[in-house]
Nanobody, 114 residues
Framework: VQLQASGGGLVQTGGSLRLSCAASGNIFAINTAGWYRQAPGKQRDMVATITSGGIANYSDSLEGRFTISRYNSKKTVHLQMNNLKPEDTAVYYC?????????WGKGTQVTVSS
């Protein structure tokens, strides 16, 4: 399983970004995909997850600014990030979990300037 994340970049406070993750390889149909982020000197935290059935879960800290979505047929998962704040600055990682295994992609940097 390989995960390729894209869409990060530099944006001003209040701006938007859309992250995408493309998965390849053998992915079990029943899985949970998600986005996590890690700021410098901090632990990696869950941002949002979504099951293959479409049930989404978000970090309470997001205040409704982010939306996760997925296209099972294309093995892609996206994270729409609106009203970005400097505290959203981090490396964002895509993740797929199934059959007790957890797969990570290389991160994509998101930097929000004040």
């Amino acid at each position: 399983v390989q995960l390729q994340a894209s869409g990060g970049g530099l944006v001003q406070t209040g701006g938007s970004l859309r992250l995408s993750c493309a998965a390849s390889g053998n992915i079990f149909a029943i899985n949970t995909a998600g986005w996590y982020r890690q700021a410098p000197g901090k632990q990696r935290d869950m941002v949002a997850t979504i099951t293959s059935g479409g049930i989404a879960n978000y970090s309470d800290s997001l205040e409704g600014r982010f939306t996760i979505s997925r296209y099972n047929s294309k093995k892609t998962v996206h994270l729409q990030m609106n009203n970005l704040k400097p505290e959203d600055t981090a490396v964002y990682y895509c993740n797929f979990k199934f059959l007790g295994m957890s797969y990570w992609g290389k991160g994509t940097q998101v930097t929000v300037s004040s």
